[in-house]
Each structure stands twice: as structure tokens, then as C-alpha cells.
């Protein structure tokens, strides 16, 4: 597999979930780091989460999690990945009970600190 497959399987999945993505990622750091929208979108959208074996929902539920455990610092992201978790599908609820499991790994600040910014993202959604 080259590098351009998993660019071109990648893009249109970051593009349905995150419209504009290499463009902003671009504009913000590819001045610093060249290439690194694009390089983003390969790895993480062409190799990671195109891949077989689990639905975009269950990836996107399991990256709530692990940003869940990594602590309060990954908010941006966290946020990010919780509305992707919506558009395929993920229920407010089954992201609260994700987010809330969480708490036995990271603790209960950072599943509380979690758990607020799905609010946001909730409640932005409503308005």
C-alpha cells in the first residue's frame, strides 16, 4: 500500500467529519512544518481510521476514551473527535458512558474534565 492510497482513502473520511480539515491544519502549521496537513490526514484518516475490523463509531468511541484517559490537555481534540463520534452515529449517552468509564484510567478529573467539554459540544450543537 503507498503512500497515496492511504492519502486518497483517508481524505474523503476526514473531509465527511471534519469539512476543511488539511486546509486549517495547513493554514496553521504547514508554514512551520511542510507537508504536515497532509501527512496527517495519511496517517491518521488513510491508515488508521479506514481501516477494516471496526465501524467509524466504535473508532471514534474509542478515541473519546483514550483522550478521556490522557487528561484534561487533549480538550481541543476531544472535542473534535466527539462530534465526529455524533455524525457516525454515537448517541450523547453512549459518549457519556464512555467518557464516564474512563474515570477508573485516568481518574476522576480528567473523566470530569471530559465530560464538560462534551457538554460543550452538546450544547453548541443544540444552539
Known sequence: MSSSDAYDRGK?????TNPGIEETLAARYDALLPGFSKSLIEVAYGHYYTREGLDAKTRYLTTIAALTAMGGQTAPQLKVHIRNALGSGASQREIAETINQMA???GFPAMVNALNAAIEVFEEDAA
Open 12 to 16: 474523503p473520511m476526514a473531509e465527511a
Open 104 to 106: 477508573l484510567y485516568g
